[in-house]
């Protein structure tokens, strides 16, 4: 029966270089299976690591430090590295197709390209705000703002951040901590830099417990952030440019105004359109819909994990943790069912350890409805955490 199985080499790809492939591929390096062509198609050679990013924008980790090296990821799991940018999929003939013209075929198929902020509907954000994803280009332009601010440290500048979930928020708190930096480091007033936050509904991080959302809300405040809940932006457009820089009006329903240098769009999390339009079984948002095995409700040559995936049976917030989660369970599941054998149901977790950064070296932990205020040994527990993640991709060859 094995013998059978090693007569034909089957190809199995893994589209996108997010947290749970990057543990798959670890782990196809560590437990390799005859008679498996591997081959990842990404769109970048590093995938940045979710944990430590806010950690990186506030200064206090090297993008090395926060960036998983995919070349040497897929050397050590001996797969076929495509860098290129995935535009549609041809069911039928088991055909993934790229930007670039590339055409890969495929007999079993994962997917784990994260998701991306929904900006469509309001006017003027596709063309002036910055997503928070990709990451290459958020940070792209942060570090261009880093330089501005560091160049000429005497300008007033106003940075406006759309969204209040946990991502909204540790963006918001890690900017001005780097900012302000900056300026001590200038001797220059703090009260020249302006970040404000812009969330639809009255409250920020609405899916977690109302005891983060408070302690949350107050340290926001004691830091100087300016919270504009219950605001939907409706308006980006540009105004008359002050000096050599073109000022943005950030424009809400309630007729608010702001005018700002920035804005950072980090709003609900959406599906590019080519997955349905492919004929995958999808949620409203465009999300793959997938069993407890993470294997496609549709097409059972298909998995999906991470945030472009919905477990029917199990509704998650799109957050890095369940991808990491969710790593090890879908390797196994891949091997399974690349070994003709039945697949395992992976069932996360009712309650997870949430362990959030609040800027200044200090993290709230929260798991339910327990939480605890702002600490610095609870960033230290985070930050041995997330170094301890990293770990396990840099010394692999």
């Not at 200064?59 to 998983?68: P, T």
């Not at 495929?106 to 990709?134: H, N, Q, T």
């Not at 928020?169 to 812009?198: C, D, G, K, R, W």
């Not at 891949?334 to 200090?362: A, E, F, V, W």
Request: charged share 20%; net charge neutral.
């Amino acid at each position: 029966m094995q013998q059978n199985f090693h007569s034909k080499v089957k190809d199995l790809v893994l589209i996108g270089g997010g947290h749970s492939h990057a543990i798959v591929l670890k782990m196809f390096g560590v437990k390799p299976l005859s008679g498996v062509r591997l081959t990842l198609i990404t769109v970048a050679p590093v995938t940045p690591y979710s944990g430590m990013l806010p950690g990186h924008i506030a200064g206090f980790y090297s993008y090395e430090e926060c960036h998983i090296d995919l070349r040497n990821l897929a050397k050590f799991a001996q797969a076929e590295l495509y860098i290129d940018q995935v535009v549609g999929l041809d069911l039928e003939n088991n055909q993934v197709l790229c930007a670039n013209g590339l055409v890969v075929d495929f007999d079993f198929l994962s997917i784990d390209i994260g998701s991306i902020p929904e900006k469509i509907s309001v006017s003027g954000a596709a063309e002036y705000a910055i997503a928070a994803k990709p990451v290459s280009q958020l940070l792209e332009h942060w570090y261009q703002l880093v330089e501005d601010v560091a160049t000429n440290p005497q300008a007033a500048i106003s940075i406006a951040i759309v969204g209040g979930g946990a991502g909204g928020v540790e963006l918001s708190l890690a900017m001005m901590a780097n900012l302000q930096q900056i300026l001590h480091q200038h001797q220059q007033p703090t009260t020249n830099l302006e970040i404000h936050l812009f969330q639809r509904t009255g409250e920020l991080m609405p899916s977690y417990d109302q005891s983060v959302r408070r302690l949350m809300q107050q340290v926001l405040t004691r830091k100087g952030i300016k919270l504009h809940l219950g605001e939907a932006v409706c308006q980006i457009a540009p105004i008359i440019p002050r000096g050599t820089r073109e000022i943005l009006a950030l424009k809400c329903e309630s007729g608010l105004t702001v005018d700002c240098d920035q804005i950072f769009w980090v709003t609900q999390a959406s599906a590019p359109g080519w997955l349905k339009a492919a004929g995958l079984g999808t949620d409203a948002e465009g999300f793959i819909l997938v069993e407890d095995t993470l294997r496609s409700l549709t097409h059972p040559n298909i998995f999906a994990a991470g945030d472009i995936a919905t477990m029917v049976n199990h509704p998650l917030p799109k957050a890095g943790v369940f991808a990491v989660k969710q790593g090890k369970p879908l390797f196994e599941n891949l091997q399974r069912l690349l070994l003709g054998k039945s697949l395992k149901p992976y069932q996360p977790q009712r309650q997870y350890l949430s362990l959030i950064g609040t800027g200044d070296r200090r993290a709230i932990a929260t798991r339910g409805t327990f939480t605890l205020p702002p600490h610095k040994l609870l960033w230290h527990y985070k930050d041995a955490i997330d170094r301890c993640f990293m770990e396990r991709f840099r010394k692999i060859l």
